[in-house]
């Protein structure tokens, strides 16, 4: 199983960016994926999950500014930021659950990042202000 992801950049302020992760090994429809953020100093945080029935989550500091997607033709799970912030600025990862059609309820398991088997190489988000 592998996860590439890609479109970070550098934006200013209010601009947007579209993440990409291309899942090779499993179909994403079957499996809750996910992206988290590092900044620089700072532990791995949640950023938004989606489950494979199509339920959606974001962390606070994102929702009504991020949208979590998936094309199951493509494997592939995309976030979409828009109205982006310096806080932002970060290493954005995306990750798998390898349990098959999950059908575990509790939110916190989807933005635990120990629920993630694989996770994908990061790609870089910088916002100037």
């Known amino acids: 199983v592998q996860l590439q992801a890609s479109g970070g950049g550098t934006v200013q302020a209010g601009g947007s960016l579209r993440l990409s992760c291309a899942v090779s090994?499993?179909?994403?429809?079957?499996?809750?994926t996910g992206w988290f953020r590092q900044a620089p100093g700072k532990e791995r945080e949640f950023v938004a999950a989606?489950?494979?029935?199509?339920?959606?989550y974001y962390a606070d500091a994102v929702k009504g500014r991020s949208t979590i997607s998936r094309d199951n033709a493509k494997d592939t799970v995309d976030l979409q930021m828009d109205t982006l912030k310096p806080e932002d600025t970060a290493v954005y990862y995306c990750a798998l659950d390898n349990l098959f059609r999950s059908s575990v309820q509790n939110s916190n398991y989807y933005s635990d990042r120990r629920t993630y088997d694989y996770w994908g190489q990061g790609t870089q988000v910088t916002v100037s202000s």
């Open positions: 090994g499993r179909t994403v429809a079957n499996y809750a």
């Open positions: 989606m489950r494979p029935g199509g339920s959606r």
